[in-house]
Nanobody
Framework: QVQLVESGGGLVQAGGSLRLSCSASGIIFNMYNTGWYRQAPGKQRELVADITSGGNTNYADSVKGRFTISRDNAKNTVYLQMNTLKPEDTAVYYC??????????WGQGTQVTVSS
């Protein structure tokens, strides 16, 4: 069974930075594209960044130029470096594998709160 554990969230002022980590187990991590999602109160969960097994990255327009996704296959871990944070980035952040989200149980997520 795949397990996902997110960490690194917190409370930060607008303009600040945070680095999120997600550790995965129970899956051959380096074979799959991996992504970071977020869900703000009253909104649907959205994909904000993903990274292919080969290291190519894609970003939602709302975070492009501010967020950087990376992965360490040796550690089965994906990271999200978030810079120049805005209040609208406030959400619970989750990792998962695009295309597999209906089959993999979501982790508990990590709360990011950006104050203005």
């Amino acid at each position: 069974q795949v397990q996902l554990v997110e960490s690194g969230g917190g409370l930060v002022q607008a303009g600040g930075s945070l680095r999120l980590s997600c550790s995965a187990s129970g899956i051959i991590f380096n074979m799959y594209n991996t992504g970071w999602y977020r869900q703000a109160p009253g909104k649907q969960r959205e994909l904000v960044a993903d990274i292919t097994s080969g290291g190519n990255t894609n970003y939602a327009d709302s975070v492009k130029g501010r967020f950087t996704i990376s992965r360490d296959n040796a550690k089965n871990t994906v990271y999200l470096q978030m810079n120049t944070l805005k209040p609208e980035d406030t959400a619970v952040y989750y990792c998962n594998f695009p295309g597999l989200t209906s089959k993999i149980v979501w982790g508990q997520g990590t709360q990011v709160t950006v104050s203005s």
